[in-house]
């Protein structure tokens, strides 16, 4: 298994671009401008709520927030990070078609500005990695090629958007059977990821977790446990006892140490991840 990333949009710069309009205007749009303020918020907390693994409570409160944002006829790119943060928490609950839908919806918005390339790119990725999961290889590289492209449009290939893009892509690499090819995008992810956020931050963790995968695959099982020691520990560090990604790094450790052989280590991995999954270990953040 691989682990699935995801960016949410949070749209901080919007909310700052439009606060700054003068005292002077009218009372009406005084009141459009507290509710957009409202609904920008309310897209900031679900994403929190999604980075946090909280994803039905992020599907319910953007669910809520997009009714709101619809009726405030809110500007195009608050309601395109609306709709591609509901169509993250939609994907993680299972609701794929519902999540494709409002993917789409969030590009066909942002499609019509000039200064929303990296967000669009952004939200290709995503919608990339939406078709990985229903196993649409040839859509998945549509996507994710697509969004290679726009981040280089938008000069940010060294981006951190655009290094967890190269890892995403080196997933495909992987699902279509080119092993070289994902290995070095990988690798390549990761360190453009490191040199962004240091050693210590979880989008490096999940990038560690990826290529112990594909080390694993080639039977390099030193390497592979090497790299899933420090992801998981990183992880462990940075994000709550009981968060999804901790389940899903430590069930594909878990699979490297049964084809090693090794049993037992993996038996007693799975005990804990069937402990967090039954709220014997839950999160105190």
Not at 65 to 94: E, I, Q, R, V
């Amino acid at each position: 298994m691989t682990l699935n990333r995801c960016t949410s949009i949070l749209l901080f710069s919007f909310v700052a671009a439009t606060l700054t309009v003068q005292q002077s205007q009218s009372q009406t749009m005084q009141t459009a401008l507290k509710s957009t303020s409202e609904i920008s918020t309310a897209n900031n907390q679900g994403g929190l709520l999604l980075s946090q693994g909280k994803y039905a409570e992020a599907a319910d409160l953007l669910s809520r927030a997009l009714t709101k944002a619809k009726k405030a006829n809110a500007g195009d790119p608050l309601m395109a990070g609306m709709m591609s943060n509901l169509a993250l928490a939609y994907s993680h609950l299972g609701r794929l078609d519902d999540s494709e839908k409002l993917f789409k919806q969030a590009i066909e918005l942002l499609e019509k500005r000039p200064d929303q390339t990296m967000s669009i790119a952004r939200i290709e990725d995503n919608l990339g990695v939406l078709y990985m999961r229903q196993n649409k290889l040839p859509d998945a590289e549509k996507h994710l090629s697509t969004a290679r492209q726009l981040f280089g449009k938008a000069n940010a290939l060294s981006s951190p958007q655009a290094a967890m893009n190269l890892d995403n892509l080196s997933r495909y690499y992987r699902a279509v059977g080119k092993i070289s090819e994902a290995i070095s995008t990988c690798q390549e992810s990761l360190t453009l990821l490191q040199k962004a956020f240091g050693s210590n931050n979880p989008d490096v963790a999940i990038a560690l977790i990826n290529l112990a995968e594909l080390q694993s695959i080639q039977a390099k099982y030193t390497e592979s446990e090497e790299l899933y020691k420090q992801g998981i520990g990183i992880i462990e560090r940075t994000l709550a006892p009981d968060h999804p990604i901790l389940v899903q790094a430590l069930i594909s450790y878990a699979q490297m140490l049964a084809r090693a052989n090794r049993k037992a280590e993996a038996e007693q991995l799975l005990s804990r991840v069937n402990a967090i999954k039954s709220g014997a270990i839950q999160s105190s953040r």
